[in-house]
């Protein structure tokens, strides 16, 4: 093996636009052969059929297409079972190492980077694959609503005033964490915030990044391959310049905090009417994240929805099959999260 597998892990809090991203980089990766690792939190994989309807990847076995490079992991985010989901499957990619240029990894917008990072110190791993660089994917416009992100000065103030108080939330220690693993930000959903809004948000990425990394913006992750692969910097074997608010921890849990529910329902509906409903529950409890598949009433195209708190964007994809029911199927990340309430709610839509 005189070279080895070149691995982008590619993470960022829910809904930053990882998976756009990546859609992105399959429809125009110039001849690359791209093996891609979708991990989800949840049962319910949205994300790996968003890449398999990007037109570019077939999803079934063919001639053309022997083996198909989407491979999909559910059962929890990679940090906390890298050694159950993440292992087998890179063994199994390593195998096929001869018709691989590279893998990208999409990490669940809940994981931290670097417990996978350092799974690729592994000597089966290490032997074939390196990674060559950690990219973070920001939504601009939720740091700039503070939402995961906080006032360095007033955490500042108040520390002075109470150092006894608890100042950071999970979700703001993850935010640091992914920003502090990278060597690349992307500032994603820049069309969404001004010019003034956007250089607060860089300044506040530069405070919580532990050296020199490059910032680049984007919308809807359009940026082209040669920006994204290539970096060669063989992250596993420089950890210590990455550091993270787990180092200390022998293990770590999130899922206790954070949850997952979906609903999936035979019928069809009104997109407006839909998002409305969903903004609204966004609204009344503490969800996160919204994403998934419409059935449309009269359309012929299956419809993404997507929500980060009560922002969404929304498109088709495809057609629907006709071996496939014509299913709404609708994943919601949160704590606390009531599923009888929102389930009720979407049936008497």
Not at 58 to 85: M, R, S
Not at 323 to 334: D, M, P, R
Request: negative net charge; hydrophobic residues 40%; contains cysteine.
């Amino acid at each position: 093996m005189a070279t080895k597998i070149p691995v982008t892990v590619i993470t960022g809090f829910l809904g930053s636009g990882k998976t756009s991203l990546i859609r992105h980089l399959l429809q125009n990766k110039q001849g690359r052969r791209i093996a891609v690792l979708v991990n989800e939190f949840g049962e319910l994989g949205i994300d790996g059929e968003l890449l398999k309807s990007c037109q570019i990847c077939p999803e079934d076995e063919t001639e053309e297409n022997p083996e198909n490079n989407i491979f999909e992991l559910t059962n929890g985010c990679l940090c906390c079972t890298v050694q159950e989901e993440f292992y087998p499957t890179m063994r199994e990619l390593i195998k096929r190492r001869d018709s691989i240029d590279c893998i990208i990894v999409e990490t669940s917008g809940l994981a931290l980077p670097k417990p996978l990072v350092k799974a690729f110190r592994w000597q089966e791993i290490r032997n074939a694959a390196t990674v060559d660089a950690v990219i973070t994917v920001v939504d601009c416009a939720a740091v700039a609503a503070g939402t995961f992100a906080s006032d360095l000065d007033a955490i500042a103030a108040q520390r002075q005033e109470n150092d006894k108080l608890e100042h950071e939330t999970p979700l703001q220690e993850l935010f640091e964490d992914q920003l502090a693993c990278a060597d690349l930000v992307i500032l994603n959903k820049t069309d969404l915030v001004d010019d003034a809004t956007q250089a607060q948000v860089i300044e506040l990425v530069k405070n919580e990044l532990p050296r020199e990394v490059k910032i680049v913006s984007s919308d809807y992750g359009k940026l082209d391959a040669s920006i994204l692969l290539g970096f060669e910097s063989a992250v596993e074997d420089n950890l210590d310049s990455r550091p993270s608010h787990h180092d200390s921890e022998q293990d770590h849990n999130h899922d206790d905090e954070i949850t997952s529910t979906h609903v999936i329902l035979d019928r069809t509906f009104d997109p407006e009417k839909l998002q409305s409903i969903l903004g609204k529950l966004a609204q009344e409890q503490e969800i996160y994240r919204i994403k998934g598949f419409v059935a449309v009433t009269n359309k012929p195209m299956r419809l993404v929805m997507q929500g980060v708190g009560t922002r969404f964007d929304k498109f088709y994809d495809r057609p629907w099959r006709p071996e496939e029911a014509k299913q709404t199927s609708l994943v919601f990340i949160g704590r606390d999260l009531q599923y009888s309430e929102i389930e009720s709610q979407l049936v008497a839509l």
